[in-house]
């Protein structure tokens, strides 16, 4: 079975650039047999579904809740304020990793 690139391929070998289909069979690697087969059969057109998102349900309580905290991460925010206590400058980090990268619990 061909796949669906190797289809489209041979239509459009066949019908816009209008090969021969002794040509089509040179330059494809396939028999003639399974070249007239294809050919009798109409262009594979890409297959669609429709399907609804699992967070439909939600959208109208996600959209309310994000106009509610626009800015969750704005000046003055506890957010904010619990990012900057567990996050450390460089320096800070050097300090406590001690000379030559060593942690200050351990002994030289």
């Not at 190797?6 to 069979?25: A, F, G, S, T």
């Not at 429709?50 to 905290?69: C, M, N, V, W």
């Not at 003055?76 to 050097?94: N, T």
């Amino acid at each position: 079975m061909l796949t669906t690139d190797q289809i489209n391929d041979l239509h459009h070998l066949y019908w816009v650039e209008r090969w021969p289909i002794r040509k089509i069979e040179q330059h494809l690697r396939m028999s003639w047999h399974t070249i007239k087969k294809y050919l009798e059969a109409p262009a594979q057109t890409p297959a669609t579904r429709s399907r609804t998102s699992k967070l439909d349900p939600f959208k109208p309580t996600i959209a309310g809740l994000l106009e509610k905290d626009a800015d969750p991460m704005g000046e003055g925010e506890e957010g904010q304020d619990s990012v900057k206590r567990y996050r450390r400058s460089p320096q800070e980090f050097e300090a406590e990793a001690g000379p030559a990268g060593r942690s200050s619990a351990q002994s030289p």
